[in-house]
């Protein structure tokens, strides 16, 4: 494949990089004189892009009039740096899990009223569950979905139902609010969440989530299985092994009896 054109490169985007670059070299904020000298741009080039940059909330300028990374940059840095962390630890659990129950593993993140299949652990046999990394569920048909609705409380249970109007996918799908939502504290109250054909006839998924340091859901792990081979006492498995990714995440609980206190019924 030939390389691309440098026309078709976008001039104004390779300059705002450049400069975004230049800054990160600096420990303290930079003037505009260094930044331009530094990028190979004219001052009056540079300080368009860059008041642009601050528009966005990539760049600061502080009250000497220099320039450093803005806050917003640093938050996509830290989301980045968080998704990596959560897989590098989660991953080896997942490994165990699905090489003793010989199950597909997931984990999953919540963006708005889906979750994503961020990672999976799939089992060496013919017959099993394939999730595609990258895909998307609504909240309201998966165990995880459940318990990060749950865990918002009956205002954002009523809040989901009113934006998506709870769709059916299968003759299971929670589709009425009441019963949504009775499902949802019922789950984050005992620790874990069926689902029950509710995405999928044939499949049944058993779900748990994981907590980071600030004692917040930021993932869900679940192990999804044909409905015939789920068994009630992988449970106890998923939960030990969301407490111990947990806990790696510098999740503490702050109770005797915590968010990850659970019943196995």
């Known amino acids: 494949m030939s390389e691309a054109k440098p026309e078709a490169r976008i001039q104004v985007l390779d300059r705002a990089a450049t400069l975004l670059d230049v800054i990160s070299r600096y420990s303290t904020p930079v003037k505009l004189k260094v930044l331009s000298a530094d990028a190979g741009l004219h001052p009056s080039t540079a300080y368009r892009i860059l008041h642009s940059l601050i528009d966005n909330r990539f760049v600061e300028r502080d009250e000497d009039g220099g320039y450093r990374l803005g806050q917003r940059l640093l938050q996509l840095s830290k989301r980045v740096h ?21 199950e597909t593993i997931n984990l999953t993140i919540r963006e708005g009223d889906a979750v994503i299949y961020y990672d999976k652990a799939t089992p060496n046999r013919m017959m099993h569950v394939h999730q ?132 196995v019924r």
Request: aromatic content about 6%.
């Open 132 to 263: 595609i990394i990258g895909s998307r569920a609504p909240l309201h048909v998966t165990g995880v979905g459940k318990l990060m609705l749950g865990k918002g409380g009956e205002e954002a249970i009523a809040g989901y139902a009113k934006r998506t109007n709870l769709p059916a996918y299968t003759r299971n799908t929670f589709t009425s609010l009441p019963a949504l939502t009775q499902e949802c504290l019922t789950s984050v109250e005992r620790g874990y969440a069926l689902d029950n054909e509710e995405a999928e006839i044939g499949v049944g998924c058993i779900g748990v989530l994981i907590y980071d340091h600030t004692a917040q859901p930021v993932a869900g792990l679940s192990l999804s299985a044909p409905m015939e081979r789920r068994r009630d006492e992988w449970i106890a498995d998923l939960i030990e092994a969301g407490e111990a990714i947990s806990e790696q995440l510098g999740y503490v609980s702050t109770e005797a009896g915590s968010d990850m206190t659970h019943q």
């Open 82 to 102: 968080s998704e990596i962390e959560l897989r590098a630890v989660a991953m080896p659990y997942m490994v165990k899990l699905r090489d003793r129950l010989g």
